[in-house]
Protein backbone atom coordinates (compact mmCIF):
# COMPACT_ATOMS: atom_id res chain seq x y z
CA UNK A 1 0.00 0.00 0.00
CA UNK A 2 0.80 3.64 -0.07
CA UNK A 3 3.13 4.54 2.30
CA UNK A 4 6.06 6.99 3.69
CA UNK A 5 9.16 5.71 5.73
CA UNK A 6 11.29 8.24 7.54
CA UNK A 7 14.96 8.25 9.58
CA UNK A 8 14.02 7.30 12.98
CA UNK A 9 15.28 9.63 15.45
CA UNK A 10 15.95 11.31 17.92
CA UNK A 11 18.68 13.54 16.09
CA UNK A 12 20.88 15.54 17.92
CA UNK A 13 23.23 18.06 16.44
CA UNK A 14 25.48 20.81 17.06
CA UNK A 15 24.70 24.27 16.09
CA UNK A 16 25.88 24.93 12.43
CA UNK A 17 26.03 21.09 11.41
CA UNK A 18 24.62 19.56 8.58
CA UNK A 19 21.18 18.22 8.31
CA UNK A 20 19.92 15.25 6.57
CA UNK A 21 16.48 13.55 7.13
CA UNK A 22 15.83 10.53 5.15
CA UNK A 23 12.11 9.85 3.44
CA UNK A 24 11.56 6.94 1.11
CA UNK A 25 7.73 6.31 -0.11
CA UNK A 26 5.73 4.19 -1.92
CA UNK A 27 2.85 5.01 -4.12
CA UNK A 28 0.81 3.70 -7.09
CA UNK A 29 0.21 6.86 -9.19
CA UNK A 30 2.27 10.32 -8.94
CA UNK A 31 2.50 11.59 -5.31
CA UNK A 32 2.93 15.20 -4.41
CA UNK A 33 5.50 15.27 -1.51
CA UNK A 34 5.57 17.47 1.84
CA UNK A 35 7.56 17.75 4.82
CA UNK A 36 5.75 19.60 7.62
CA UNK A 37 7.36 20.39 10.87
CA UNK A 38 5.74 20.84 14.40
CA UNK A 39 8.00 23.20 16.82
CA UNK A 40 7.85 22.33 20.66
CA UNK A 41 3.98 23.50 21.53
CA UNK A 42 2.94 24.26 18.25
CA UNK A 43 0.84 22.52 15.72
CA UNK A 44 1.91 21.36 12.05
CA UNK A 45 2.74 23.57 9.46
CA UNK A 46 4.01 22.71 6.13
CA UNK A 47 7.79 23.46 5.88
CA UNK A 48 8.33 22.75 2.29
CA UNK A 49 6.48 20.69 -0.61
CA UNK A 50 7.08 19.19 -4.42
CA UNK A 51 4.65 18.33 -6.84
CA UNK A 52 6.66 16.35 -9.29
CA UNK A 53 9.79 14.19 -10.17
CA UNK A 54 12.59 16.38 -9.44
CA UNK A 55 11.34 19.48 -8.43
CA UNK A 56 12.66 20.94 -5.43
CA UNK A 57 11.30 22.05 -2.47
CA UNK A 58 12.96 24.70 -0.27
CA UNK A 59 12.15 26.91 2.70
CA UNK A 60 14.07 28.40 5.80
CA UNK A 61 17.01 27.13 4.44
CA UNK A 62 15.57 23.57 4.40
CA UNK A 63 15.27 21.62 0.79
CA UNK A 64 14.21 18.51 -0.57
CA UNK A 65 14.46 17.56 -3.98
CA UNK A 66 11.21 14.88 -5.62
CA UNK A 67 13.79 12.04 -7.08
CA UNK A 68 11.33 9.25 -8.46
CA UNK A 69 14.31 7.21 -9.20
CA UNK A 70 15.29 6.44 -5.63
CA UNK A 71 11.23 6.76 -4.29
CA UNK A 72 13.00 9.57 -2.27
CA UNK A 73 12.39 13.14 -0.88
CA UNK A 74 15.28 13.96 1.80
CA UNK A 75 15.32 16.51 3.84
CA UNK A 76 18.77 18.55 4.18
CA UNK A 77 19.71 21.81 5.65
CA UNK A 78 23.45 22.93 5.28
CA UNK A 79 23.62 24.75 8.61
CA UNK A 80 20.84 24.29 11.67
CA UNK A 81 20.51 26.92 14.09
CA UNK A 82 18.87 26.24 17.73
CA UNK A 83 15.68 27.34 16.37
CA UNK A 84 15.23 24.43 13.62
CA UNK A 85 14.63 21.72 17.18
CA UNK A 86 11.06 20.50 16.46
CA UNK A 87 9.57 17.00 14.74
CA UNK A 88 9.49 16.37 11.04
CA UNK A 89 7.01 14.56 9.06
CA UNK A 90 7.59 13.26 5.74
CA UNK A 91 4.06 12.79 4.02
CA UNK A 92 2.44 12.46 0.73
CA UNK A 93 -0.42 12.96 -1.17
CA UNK A 94 -2.36 11.39 -4.03
CA UNK A 95 -5.36 12.74 -5.23
CA UNK A 96 -6.87 9.79 -6.62
CA UNK A 97 -7.55 9.05 -2.77
CA UNK A 98 -7.83 12.04 -1.21
CA UNK A 99 -5.66 11.22 1.62
CA UNK A 100 -2.32 12.28 2.72
CA UNK A 101 0.01 9.58 4.52
CA UNK A 102 2.41 10.96 7.28
CA UNK A 103 6.12 9.13 8.54
CA UNK A 104 6.10 8.83 11.97
CA UNK A 105 8.00 11.74 12.20
CA UNK A 106 11.85 12.67 13.24
CA UNK A 107 12.80 14.56 16.11
CA UNK A 108 15.58 17.22 15.99
CA UNK A 109 17.26 18.65 18.75
CA UNK A 110 20.43 21.45 17.83
CA UNK A 111 22.78 22.01 20.95
CA UNK A 112 24.41 25.37 20.92
CA UNK B 1 -7.07 35.32 8.71
CA UNK B 2 -8.04 32.43 10.93
CA UNK B 3 -6.35 29.54 11.22
CA UNK B 4 -8.35 26.67 12.36
CA UNK B 5 -9.51 26.25 15.78
CA UNK B 6 -9.91 23.00 17.88
CA UNK B 7 -11.78 23.02 21.18
CA UNK B 8 -10.82 21.60 23.89
CA UNK B 9 -7.17 22.10 24.28
CA UNK B 10 -7.40 19.54 26.65
CA UNK B 11 -10.01 17.16 27.96
CA UNK B 12 -9.21 14.35 30.82
CA UNK B 13 -11.79 11.75 30.99
CA UNK B 14 -12.51 8.64 33.15
CA UNK B 15 -12.35 5.31 31.11
CA UNK B 16 -16.02 4.71 30.07
CA UNK B 17 -17.21 8.61 29.65
CA UNK B 18 -17.82 9.77 26.11
CA UNK B 19 -16.24 13.22 24.97
CA UNK B 20 -16.57 15.43 22.07
CA UNK B 21 -13.94 17.15 20.19
CA UNK B 22 -14.48 20.09 17.97
CA UNK B 23 -12.79 21.41 15.11
CA UNK B 24 -13.30 24.78 12.98
CA UNK B 25 -11.58 24.70 9.85
CA UNK B 26 -10.77 27.86 7.76
CA UNK B 27 -13.60 29.55 6.16
CA UNK B 28 -13.63 28.23 2.42
CA UNK B 29 -11.97 25.30 2.84
CA UNK B 30 -13.79 21.91 1.84
CA UNK B 31 -12.07 18.95 3.10
CA UNK B 32 -11.54 18.42 6.34
CA UNK B 33 -9.72 15.63 8.37
CA UNK B 34 -9.02 14.29 11.65
CA UNK B 35 -5.80 12.68 12.95
CA UNK B 36 -4.40 10.95 15.69
CA UNK B 37 -0.84 11.44 17.51
CA UNK B 38 0.10 9.42 19.99
CA UNK B 39 3.33 9.35 22.20
CA UNK B 40 6.16 8.46 20.23
CA UNK B 41 3.68 7.51 16.76
CA UNK B 42 3.01 9.81 13.59
CA UNK B 43 -0.41 10.63 12.97
CA UNK B 44 -3.14 8.19 12.28
CA UNK B 45 -5.61 9.09 9.63
CA UNK B 46 -8.96 8.44 11.08
CA UNK B 47 -11.91 10.54 9.25
CA UNK B 48 -11.91 12.39 6.11
CA UNK B 49 -15.04 14.86 4.67
CA UNK B 50 -15.35 16.62 1.46
CA UNK B 51 -17.66 18.91 0.36
CA UNK B 52 -21.12 17.49 0.65
CA UNK B 53 -19.23 13.81 0.11
CA UNK B 54 -19.78 10.52 2.04
CA UNK B 55 -17.21 10.27 4.56
CA UNK B 56 -14.16 8.39 4.43
CA UNK B 57 -14.32 6.43 7.68
CA UNK B 58 -11.63 4.30 6.71
CA UNK B 59 -9.48 4.99 9.30
CA UNK B 60 -11.42 5.27 12.49
CA UNK B 61 -10.01 1.97 15.06
CA UNK B 62 -12.97 1.06 16.17
CA UNK B 63 -17.37 1.82 16.07
CA UNK B 64 -16.75 3.85 19.40
CA UNK B 65 -15.23 6.83 17.76
CA UNK B 66 -17.32 8.73 15.07
CA UNK B 67 -17.44 12.25 13.65
CA UNK B 68 -19.72 14.61 11.66
CA UNK B 69 -19.42 17.90 10.25
CA UNK B 70 -22.27 20.10 10.30
CA UNK B 71 -23.18 22.40 7.03
CA UNK B 72 -20.10 22.18 5.41
CA UNK B 73 -18.00 23.76 8.41
CA UNK B 74 -17.32 22.88 11.77
CA UNK B 75 -16.86 19.33 13.06
CA UNK B 76 -17.02 16.98 16.08
CA UNK B 77 -15.28 13.91 16.61
CA UNK B 78 -17.11 11.72 18.97
CA UNK B 79 -15.65 9.26 21.10
CA UNK B 80 -17.87 7.06 23.13
CA UNK B 81 -16.89 4.59 26.22
CA UNK B 82 -13.44 6.24 26.19
CA UNK B 83 -10.69 3.54 26.81
CA UNK B 84 -6.93 4.47 28.24
CA UNK B 85 -5.29 3.46 24.51
CA UNK B 86 -7.56 6.23 23.03
CA UNK B 87 -5.19 9.35 25.25
CA UNK B 88 -3.58 11.02 22.54
CA UNK B 89 -3.12 14.27 20.89
CA UNK B 90 -6.20 14.60 17.92
CA UNK B 91 -5.58 16.95 15.23
CA UNK B 92 -8.03 18.37 12.70
CA UNK B 93 -6.94 19.89 9.21
CA UNK B 94 -8.35 21.31 6.76
CA UNK B 95 -7.57 22.21 2.99
CA UNK B 96 -9.03 23.45 -0.36
CA UNK B 97 -9.35 20.80 -2.99
CA UNK B 98 -7.25 21.69 -5.50
CA UNK B 99 -4.61 18.95 -6.85
CA UNK B 100 -1.65 20.05 -4.12
CA UNK B 101 -3.33 20.05 -1.50
CA UNK B 102 -1.65 21.83 1.57
CA UNK B 103 -3.10 20.82 4.86
CA UNK B 104 -3.52 23.60 7.91
CA UNK B 105 -3.57 22.09 10.76
CA UNK B 106 -4.90 23.35 14.42
CA UNK B 107 -3.37 23.16 17.37
CA UNK B 108 -5.06 19.70 18.12
CA UNK B 109 -6.74 18.31 21.29
CA UNK B 110 -5.01 16.66 24.37
CA UNK B 111 -7.31 13.63 25.43
CA UNK B 112 -6.22 12.07 28.61
CA UNK B 113 -8.32 8.92 29.62
CA UNK B 114 -7.63 8.05 33.10
Known amino acids: GDSVTQMEGPVTLSEEACLTI???????????LFWYVQYPGEGLQLLLKATKADDKGSNKGFEATYRKETTSFHLEKGSVQVSDSAVYFC???????????FGTGTSLTVIP | GAGVSQSPSNKVTEKGKDVELRCDPISGHTALYWYRQSLGQGLEFLIYFQGNSAPDKSGLPSDRFSAERTGGSVSTLTIQRTQQEDSAVYLC????????????FGPGTRLTVL
Open chain 1, 22 to 32: NCTYTATGYPS
Open chain 1, 91 to 101: ALFLDTGNQFY
Open chain 2, 93 to 104: ASSLVTRYNEQF
